[in-house]
């Protein structure tokens, strides 16, 4: 909404406390819109306020020069840094008064206006104490976007919804008046972003075959390669140096000559020599000669 149109109060504030000494916010999502939309908290980068108890301390003498080191406006700047518990402490700001009058608080998230979705407020002492939440645009009109019953516990969140839609927020204002003094440690403005796409699931992975494999490692396939021309050149070259030494030892023998049984001389008629002795038959046995013998020429 903007400025010249009717303000449209949100929501009633949800309050959210966790356990003790716990004191960051759950991850916000928002899938209640029509496109789902994300978050991101700015917190308070500059303030303001009606009174702070710091500097009632500094101008008020009587009170002791420690009290004045805490409660001021700067401590709702950035995160939360209070403990747990609901009670008094210098890290949140308090006004300078116990409850007689109401109080407020303004605040800034950044250099430019910011568009919002929400507002969170971190209560930790007199909760609950917030009477009403106003805006103002960057034209510095103001409106209402809540004004109830704040029903926080001690300590704890103030979570209030609100979409400005196109409008910026320049600036936020909170009323608060309790019985006490009331403290706020942190204020953070929700803002919309852009969420991010969930990866899509991997695929089962499938082996790839063979071809594929030697393909895709280029230089293993080069490698073995040559490792398969260098083995087939070396069988190669140990065939050819077998059958090299085959020849030259069948030259070698070839050389040396041919081996002789019996001395170069007449040549003897067996059947003419039996029949001068008086033998008409052949011998059944081989006729063995005494000067029988084997040479090798040289």
Not at 142 to 165: M, Q, V
Not at 232 to 261: I, M, W
Request: with cysteine.
């Amino acid at each position: 909404t903007d400025g010249s149109e009717t303000p449209v109060l949100a929501p009633g504030p949800r309050s959210w406390a966790g356990p003790r000494g716990f004191l960051e916010r759950p991850l916000r999502f928002r899938a209640e819109r029509a496109m789902d939309v994300c978050s991101t908290s700015h917190w308070a980068a500059r303030a303001t306020a009606s009174s702070d108890w710091s500097a009632a301390a500094i101008n008020n003498r009587s009170y002791p020069a420690w009290w004045a080191t805490g409660w001021g406006v700067a401590e709702m700047l950035g995160e939360p840094d209070a403990g747990g518990e609901c009670s008094d402490r210098g890290s949140a700001w308090a006004p300078s008064h116990n409850g007689s009058a109401a109080e407020w608080v303004r605040l800034e998230f950044g250099d430019e206006p910011l568009r919002m979705i929400g507002l969170q407020v971190r209560e930790v002492l007199a909760a609950p104490f917030i009477l009403r939440v106003e805006v103002e645009s960057e034209e510095a009109q103001r409106w209402t976007i809540w004004n109830g019953t704040d029903e926080t516990p001690c300590p704890g969140w103030f979570d209030l919804s609100y979409d400005s839609g196109s409008q910026a927020i320049a600036a936020v204002y909170i009323f608060t008046q309790a019985d006490g003094f009331e403290e706020i440690d942190a204020v953070s403005l929700e803002v919309p972003i852009p969420c991010s796409p969930s990866p899509p699931p991997e695929s089962p992975s499938t082996p790839l075959p063979t071809f594929a494999v030697l393909t895709a490692r280029p230089l293993a396939v080069v490698l073995a390669l040559v490792a398969a021309w260098l083995l087939l050149f070396a069988y190669l070259c140990l065939r050819v140096r077998r059958r090299s030494r085959s020849v030259g030892l069948r030259a070698a023998k070839d050389l040396e000559g041919p081996t002789l049984l019996s001395p170069p001389g007449p040549s003897i008629d067996l059947d003419s020599a039996l029949r001068s002795h008086g033998r008409s038959t052949p011998l059944s046995t081989p006729l063995s000669l005494p000067h029988q013998a084997t040479r090798t020429l040289p």
